[in-house]
């Protein structure tokens, strides 16, 4: 299921690993009033400005012209193994739109979260973002949902409860694999990575 970041709703009833996890603890519990003192509001519209600055920087970088032109050595090292490719800012911008063309490309948008999150150090920044994170990824009502087993599921929605900067930690693996053994190869044999190639070897050519 591909998805666009939306509201988050808890399901209805279903099996205990596809049900949402019980709402974060607040720290700051909120008012059950209107009254003008109430923070909810104030909170919410954080974690819309977050969810903005997030797609924001997640937008697609034409060509990778946004980062730095990956010399023709780097282009032929992500052949070399996944792991050099997602440890390459530049490899990862063409990845992702070669995931974008199989409709997978929640995958990676699902991995950059996880790294955002696991480099978050105020806890109370932590609750928002893992709340989003779940809401965009790992909720069965959003249309980006991940493809994770049952286990990993229900690992989630107990850790919900209390929101850690590692609560994805073995989603992001799972996840990691799956481009690993799925996507992987076939980006190695796509005209997008095979164009790479035959431009840098121009490039090469012409520097001789």
């Keep these: 299921m591909h998805v666009g970041p939306q509201e988050a709703d808890q399901p209805p009833s279903m099996s205990s690993h596809d049900a949402a996890p019980p ?3 607040s720290r700051n519990p909120c008012c059950l009033c ?5 923070g909810c509001s104030w909170a919410e519209e ?3 400005a977050w ?3 997030r797609e924001n920087k997640l937008q697609p970088l034409p060509g990778c012209e946004a980062c730095a032109t990956p010399s023709p050595e780097e282009v032929r090292s992500w052949a070399q193994s996944f792991d050099k490719l997602m440890h390459s800012p530049a490899g990862r911008s063409v990845f992702r739109e070669f995931l974008r063309t ?3 490309e929640e995958n990676m948008l699902f991995w950059l979260a996880c790294e955002e999150l696991k ?3 105020n806890q109370h920044v932590v609750d928002e973002k893992a709340r989003l994170i779940y809401e965009d990824y790992v909720s069965i009502l959003s249309p980006k949902e991940v493809s994770l087993d049952s286990r990993v599921r229900e690992g989630i929605n107990k850790k919900m409860q209390e929101p850690s900067a590692h609560t994805f930690d073995d989603a992001q693996l799972q996840i990691y694999t799956l481009m690993h053994r ?3 190869p076939r980006f190695l044999s796509s005209p997008t990575y095979r164009a790479l190639l035959l431009r840098g ?3 090469s050519s012409s520097e001789a």
């Design 51 to 53: 969810r903005v600055s």
């Design 34 to 38: 209107w009254c003008c003192c109430c």
């Design 46 to 48: 954080r974690r819309r």
């Design 102 to 104: 199989e409709y997978s």
């Design 23 to 25: 709402a974060v603890p």
């Design 119 to 121: 480099a978050e150090a």
């Design 201 to 203: 070897s121009s490039q």
């Design 182 to 184: 799925d996507s992987y």
